[in-house]
């Protein structure tokens, strides 16, 4: 079982910055592959980034590659979301998510453990 809490969401003008955080509770943090997803009102949600398990390979959606970078920290049970250049379509409330020994996953499915979620708003 991991328990998962995403911190760091706001509001930002366009052009800014946030730095989202998703700490992890469990002991086999460094197993799982971790992925953000995001959910705009009247929208389903949507693949943003991963970072797989073994060697941090990582993949992002063409919406944000070159602007969004996923790390982890295995020490600290805790995976980021470094976003630059925010735009007003970024806005939506973002998930962090766990796949046991999985890879790179685009797909919702693919994930076993859910956060809460952090709103994140890019003013224009």
């Known amino acids: 079982q991991v328990q998962l809490v995403e911190s760091g969401g706001g509001l930002v003008q366009a052009g800014g910055s946030l730095r989202l955080s998703c700490a992890a509770s469990?002991?086999?943090?460094?197993?799982?592959?971790m992925g953000w997803f995001r959910q705009a009102p009247g929208k389903e949600r949507e693949f943003v980034a991963a970072?797989?398990?073994?060697?941090?390979?990582?993949h992002y959606a063409d919406s944000v590659k070159g602007r969004f970078t996923i790390s982890r920290d295995n020490a600290k049970n805790t995976v980021y979301l470094e976003m630059n250049s925010l735009k007003p379509e970024d806005t939506a409330v973002y998930y962090c998510?766990?796949?046991?020994?999985?890879?790179?996953?685009?797909?919702?499915?693919?994930?076993?453990?859910w956060g809460q979620g952090t709103q994140v708003t890019v003013s224009s």
């Open positions: 998510a766990a796949d046991y020994l999985g890879g790179t996953g685009w797909a919702p499915g693919e994930y076993d453990y």
């Open positions: 469990g002991r086999t943090f460094s197993r799982y592959a």
């Open positions: 970072i797989n398990w073994t060697d941090d390979n990582t």
